[in-house]
């Protein structure tokens, strides 16, 4: 054999070891009897940054930290809705998630979008996938605890009805965190991680990491709100603080929200009472929703098992 087939063969075997080493497989974590990889860590973290560009503000640690608590909150919801019934998509809902997703990174259209996945090594499937997820246990949520709403209708038309008397109402833009506690956790550590978060990468960025309610999914953002909305606690939370500020962990039930303001104004009142209540109730509605969401998963997570190695 030449001395130049030697090397080359040298060469082809270097190459190959070198390829396989770095591809190798091995288990990260294990939910119930369900394996998550390195592999599925790495897809997970292309696509949180392919989805939030702001995440490569956050250290190595922390991006592999998010992507497995990622992967096992996901993992948790699909064998509690599986249960059930079978996730299926629907495609209008996901169109149109799908479209707010990619506006609100600055990509004007479907075909650019799946072009700018491409970039991360992931492609508009893993992305319906994963909002189908989401978007089933919206669903089963909402078929299991609907029955259990309870709306004070006249205490609300009480408040629209006062409302309705003030030529100027105070309305709030507000984001929020809710987060809950593992068993492992005090109250105080994980707010400071919150707070180093939002230091770090912001509010809208942190929510995505840290929240357990849907609406995680606009950087926490719950929309415009009159003051009067809001429980007396909250309010009395929320006027101490200018725009741009967020409040300390207020309890819930089943867990802790964290408020922050993004604009407020004083607003000329010509308010049609009968669209007014309809919002109050859908505002309450989903309020309560959102509560029985994060108890259930709560329940849900101290049952599962969960191995990480």
Do not use: C
């Not at 003051?227 to 101490?240: C, N």
């Amino acid at each position: 054999m030449s001395k130049k087939l030697v090397i080359y063969f040298t060469l082809v075997f270097l190459i190959f070891n070198f390829k396989s080493a770095n591809s190798k497989i091995f288990i990260k974590a294990k939910v119930n009897n369900q394996i998550i990889t390195n592999i599925d860590v790495k897809n997970e973290k292309n696509y949180l940054l392919a989805l939030n560009p702001n995440l490569r503000n956050l250290s190595e640690k922390d991006i592999n930290r998010y992507a497995i608590d990622s992967i096992i909150n996901e993992k948790i919801k699909k064998i509690e809705i599986e249960k059930r019934y079978e996730i299926t998509v629907n495609e209008i809902v996901i169109k149109k998630i799908i479209s707010d997703l990619y506006s609100k990174i600055g990509i004007s259209d479907i075909e650019a979008f799946k072009n700018y996945l491409l970039n991360y090594n992931i492609n508009l499937d893993l992305v319906k996938k994963k909002i189908s997820i989401e978007v089933a246990w919206n669903d089963y949520i909402v078929n299991k605890f609907n029955n259990l709403i309870l709306i004070d209708e006249e205490k609300i038309r009480k408040k629209v009805d006062k409302l309705s008397e003030k030529n100027f109402v105070e309305n709030i833009l507000l984001s929020e965190i809710i987060f809950t506690l593992k068993d492992n956790e005090n109250l105080e550590n994980k707010f400071l991680d919150i707070k180093n978060s939002i230091n770090n990468i912001g509010f809208e960025q942190t929510a995505k990491i840290y929240s357990v309610s849907e609406s995680k999914k606009n950087g926490g953002e719950i929309g415009w709100v009159y003051k009067s909305q809001l429980s007396d606690k909250i309010a009395s939370k929320i006027d101490k603080l200018n725009i741009g500020e967020f409040t300390n962990p207020i309890t819930t039930p089943g867990g802790f929200i964290v408020l922050k303001i993004l604009d407020k104004k004083e607003q000329l009142l010509e308010i049609d009472k009968n669209e007014q209540f309809k919002k109050a109730v859908n505002f309450e509605k989903n309020r309560q929703l959102t509560k029985y969401s994060t108890l259930h998963y709560k329940r849900v997570f101290n049952k599962t098992i969960i191995n990480e190695f």
